[in-house]
């Protein structure tokens, strides 16, 4: 199944609502710091409600160990980002992907980019909306990938 990296979240309540989506479809979530909260902060716990005991969850401090983890069990990383080479939906995904989200304010950084195996992007009508909100993001890729992949119950 494929798994789900957030790389340097900013805001708890985004990160808590991913975890929330990665509980319902036990889904992993991959935290890569630095985080600009704490993992035991008030709004995270919070705003993953009382599922934190179901999320597959890892931690890694930065992006070096996150690759060393990667480089273990194989896989692509797929990246989201505005500017994505593929739209999600036409891409197709495999059951050992990674789906890389970078933080709320800059998206995934160059060099994490540039080491994706492919980038896509969700399309968006409006040009003066900026970026979906993350946990949007996050639950638009996942459920794409796992329709693809055969993971939904009739």
Request: net charge neutral; glycine share 8%.
């Amino acid at each position: 199944m494929p798994r789900v990296v957030l790389i340097q979240p900013q805001i708890p309540p985004n990160t808590g609502n991913v975890a929330r989506t990665c509980a319902a479809t036990r889904t992993e979530l991959h935290l890569v710091g630095p985080l600009g909260f704490e993992i035991r902060d008030r709004d995270l716990k919070r705003a993953g409600l009382d599922y934190w005991p179901y999320v597959p969850l890892k931690f890694h401090p930065d992006l070096d160990a996150f690759k060393r983890y990667h480089q273990y069990w194989g896989g692509r990383w797929i990246g989201f980002s505005k500017r994505g080479q593929q739209n999600y939906i036409e891409f197709q995904y495999q059951a050992n992907d990674w789906l890389l989200f970078g933080c709320e304010t800059a998206g995934l950084p160059p060099e994490v980019l540039e080491a994706c195996d492919v980038t896509t992007s969700i399309a968006m009508d409006e040009p003066g909306v900026r970026s979906l909100n993350l946990s949007v993001s996050v639950a638009i890729g996942l459920f794409e990938a796992r329709r693809q992949l055969g993971f939904f119950k009739a």
